[in-house]
């Protein structure tokens, strides 16, 4: 899929085939075994994965899952969507991906730090804060790249705080970095009202997840003056056309561990919220939710992509048909990433900035992403996902161009 979109844009920008092909593959893939002793004291073998997908812009980023699903083919083309993220909202970056075999559910907090110190001393040699940045992925944590920062700092000698992001803020992690996500989702959403000339006020969010970038996302856009109308999880969810309590829902989470139950509210299923009367939809959760049979059923006039892929490329054209505005995942769930960038900053000058000049970058660096998406799908007259990926690639290949060839 990730090779396709590229092929598709190429065609769009007219790229030159050599650009194309040399964009198409990863730079570097490492895949290492992770030998890990468990609680009752054998060892047990894993597998694991660090793929840097273009190193043009600088040094690559991108996040670390554990899953019992990972796969070499993912952890590709999660790092290549990476680079364009990068590049989309402009920070000096390439794309990268790194996952581990396992299921962390199943596993002790004693050897998780066992799997991940030993998986980041076999990563060891492709990683650092001038070659490649991880992050925190699916169920990787702070408490998680702080074991990385350790180990490999113990194997430098010297504490090395810029080799991740995503840290506690105790050893050099960025105030606002728990929110970013879900405050770069709300800056494009502003954005995307303001472009179609719609005010805020009486403006209403159906929210699909409620982890963390929706349960903040809710939050947020709730003190901006939107109507939060309908939110959910795993579990199902709940509505309201006049709008819900998002203090008294996340207090609900809080205490019953699901958004379900909620008494200022009907309850809905996952599949209904995709459908509830909205101005905008928010899907946070999961991939492919919207598809061919849900996406001439959708109300909402903006899809806000705070999840990564949860829109079909079938749901894609049959929502730009219908006048529907995509806010892609690459542009609409980019504030994380863009706040690892100030971690980044600031680990290496060691010098750390307020939360409100940090929000007030992240506010200027999507807003500005936003607009040359905008300007881009205009001006090829496509979707709002063409015209990021028309940014993006653009960027990227200039910066291929201009380095050329070594040797």
């Known amino acids: 899929m990730a090779q396709e979109q590229l092929d598709d844009v190429a065609r769009l920008i007219g790229l030159s085939d050599s650009i194309h092909r040399y964009l198409r593959v990863p730079k570097r893939v490492l895949e290492v075994s992770v030998p890990v002793r468990m609680d009752d004291g054998f060892f047990r073998m894993f597998v694991g994965y660090r793929v840097q997908h273009n190193l043009s812009r600088g040094p690559s980023k991108g996040g670390i899952r554990f899953h019992p699903d990972v796969s070499l083919d993912e952890i590709k083309a999660l790092a290549m969507w990476m680079t364009w993220k990068c590049a989309l909202v402009n920070i000096p970056f390439g794309g990268a991906k ?23 001393s076999e990563i060891s040699i492709i990683i650092g804060p001038e070659k490649d940045v991880p992050a925190p992925d ?55 009202l303001s472009a179609l000339q719609r005010p805020i006020e009486g403006t209403r969010v159906a929210i699909q997840g409620f982890g963390n970038a929706g349960m903040h996302a809710a939050e947020l856009l709730a003190q901006r003056g939107y109507t939060i109308v309908a939110v959910s999880d795993s579990r199902g969810g709940v509505a309201n056309l006049k709008g819900l309590d998002i203090g008294g829902v996340i207090a609900h989470k809080t205490e019953t561990g699901s958004v379900v139950g909620f008494s200022g509210g009907d309850h809905v299923t996952n599949k209904e919220l995709l459908e509830y009367e909205c101005d905008v939809l928010v899907p946070a959760a999961l991939e492919k939710v919207i598809t061919q049979e849900n996406a001439s059923k959708i109300r909402a006039k903006i899809v806000a992509e705070a999840a990564n892929g949860p829109t079909v490329p079938e749901a894609d054209a049959m929502l730009f048909d219908r006048g529907i505005t995509v806010l892609p995942d690459i542009l609409a769930n980019a504030g994380g990433v863009t706040v690892s960038y100030f971690e980044w900053v600031q680990d290496l000058q060691e010098t750390f900035w307020e939360e409100d000049e940090i929000n007030k970058r992240l506010q200027q660096k999507m807003a500005r992403a936003f607009r040359e998406t905008r300007e881009q799908a205009k001006r090829y007259r496509v979707d709002m996902r063409r015209g990021a990926y028309a940014v993006a690639v653009n960027r990227v290949a200039e910066a291929t161009k201009l380095r050329g060839l070594y040797p």
Request: aromatic share 6%.
């Open 138 to 192: 699916v169920y990787t944590t702070p408490q998680i790249m702080a074991w990385i920062m350790d180990t490999y700092s113990m194997q430098r000698g010297y504490s090395v705080p810029g080799v991740v992001t995503g840290k506690p803020v105790a050893i050099g992690g960025s105030l606002g970095r728990d929110k970013a996500t879900a405050r770069g989702c709300c800056v494009v959403i502003d954005e995307a």
């Open 98 to 120: 790194g996952g581990v075999i396992c299921d962390p559910k199943a596993m002790s907090m004693q050897e998780l730090e066992n799997l991940t110190r030993r998986f980041t």
